[in-house]
């Protein structure tokens, strides 16, 4: 099946800095991509819709100059986190369509930890 | 938007028993539902998905029915093992790939 990776699997920074999280399909072209967050035994909330050459989409209630989002290539989606604070530690996880139509496939997840 | 409930929270089944775990979703244009698995600190894995041209579909022990007046949809687990314990989420969503609403998870447990 298709592959997409996330780097880095588990990042720890300190409280006011940023953190990049990248995702990449490693094996196919994705002219979209979505991040979720998902806090300790919770659900995936979508966070933002990813879009190549274009602005994000960002979700209600999402602080889109927060949360970075930038997707250069079609195979390179990145996610900073700026300014972090504890309550942004998290696991963040990207997905990406291989087709129209077709399956989604996430990334293994970031857990990020904000002291 | 489209808004996913499901039900129960958490699931202790004996070893053997079956698992039913059932979904419900507001937005009618939502045609693809997929099922993930979830083990602790690792990505969601797509255990099987439904469209909505199908009311049932059955993959070995684990099988997706679909409602699309009554907006529901269940999955079934048969003959449970203790591998099968971990987190399942529904989603729903207008197209397989776009971007996914999820239920909130069940945590099931298969006793031994």
């Known amino acids: 099946g298709a592959v997409v990776s996330q780097h880095p699997s588990w990042v720890i920074c300190k409280s006011g800095t940023s953190v990049k999280i990248e995702c990449r399909s490693l094996d196919f072209q994705a002219t979209t991509m979505f991040w979720y967050r998902q806090f300790p035994k919770q659900s995936l909330m979508l966070m933002a819709t990813?879009?190549?050459?274009?602005?994000?989409?960002?979700e209600q209630g999402v602080e889109k100059d927060k949360f970075l989002i930038n997707h250069a290539s079609l195979t390179l989606s990145t996610l900073t986190v700026t300014s972090a604070h504890p309550e942004d530690s998290s696991f963040y996880i990207c997905?990406?369509?291989?087709?129209?139509?077709?399956?989604?496939?996430f990334g293994q997840g970031t857990r990020l930890t904000v002291v | 938007g489209e808004n996913v409930e499901q039900h129960p929270s958490t699931l202790s089944v004996q070893e053997g028993d079956s698992a039913v775990i059932k979904c419900t979703y507001s937005?009618?244009?939502?045609?693809?539902f997929p099922w993930y698995k979830q083990e602790l600190g690792k990505r969601p894995q797509l255990i099987i998905d439904?469209?909505?041209?199908?009311g049932e579909k059955k993959d070995q022990r684990i099988a997706v029915t679909l409602n699309k007046t009554a907006k529901h949809f269940s999955l079934h687990i048969t003959e449970t093992q203790p591998e099968d314990s971990a987190v399942y989420f529904c989603?729903?969503?207008?197209?397989?790939?776009?971007?996914?609403?999820f239920g909130g998870g069940t945590r099931v447990l298969v006793k031994p």
């Open positions: 989603a729903a969503t207008k197209a397989a790939g776009n971007k996914l609403t």
């Open positions: 439904i469209r909505s041209n199908v």
């Open positions: 997905s990406a369509e291989r087709g129209f139509n077709t399956e989604a496939f």
């Open positions: 990813s879009n190549e050459g274009s602005k994000a989409t960002y």
């Open positions: 937005d009618s244009a939502s045609n693809y």
